[in-house]
């Protein structure tokens, strides 16, 4: 099943933070996030470590694993809501990882200050 997702507000604002980080171009940004995002979900889902995907503007076009599929179906009919809602949902979830402000030194707890290392 191929799934249609509108990237959302929250990814977009870490896209663009991400590209000023690393003086990217906004789409380049942008890709690159959304590669992170659903390279965190699809490997918790299935263990894989490549996907592939399409961006057209702010609307992502991918087919997820087989593993992923059932998880996002299964999902979707507990909240009846479309898998594609879900997706949208997990990718907002992992929109901010790999920023360095949102990084935890190592040893320190929960609600420690973060430093610039």
């Not at 995002?37 to 087989?66: C, K, M, N, Q």
């Not at 593993?67 to 949902?89: F, G, K, N, T, W």
């Not at 907002?92 to 200050?113: I, K, M, N, W, Y």
Request: net charge negative; charged share 30%; no cysteine.
């Amino acid at each position: 099943m191929a799934l249609s997702v509108r990237i959302g507000d929250r990814l977009a604002d870490a896209a663009a933070e991400w590209a000023d980080q690393r003086m990217l171009d906004d789409d380049d940004a942008l890709e690159q996030k959304l590669e992170q995002a659903l390279l965190e979900v699809e490997h918790l889902a299935s263990g894989t470590t490549e996907i592939e995907f399409e961006l057209d503007g702010r609307t992502l076009h991918y087919a997820p694993s087989d593993e992923l599929e059932e998880l996002l179906a299964e999902q979707a009919e507990r909240v009846d809501a479309d898998p594609s809602a879900v997706l949208e949902l997990h990718l907002e979830l992992f929109a901010r990882t790999f920023l360095p402000e949102d990084s935890v030194q190592p040893g320190a707890g929960p609600g420690a200050p973060v430093d610039d290392w």
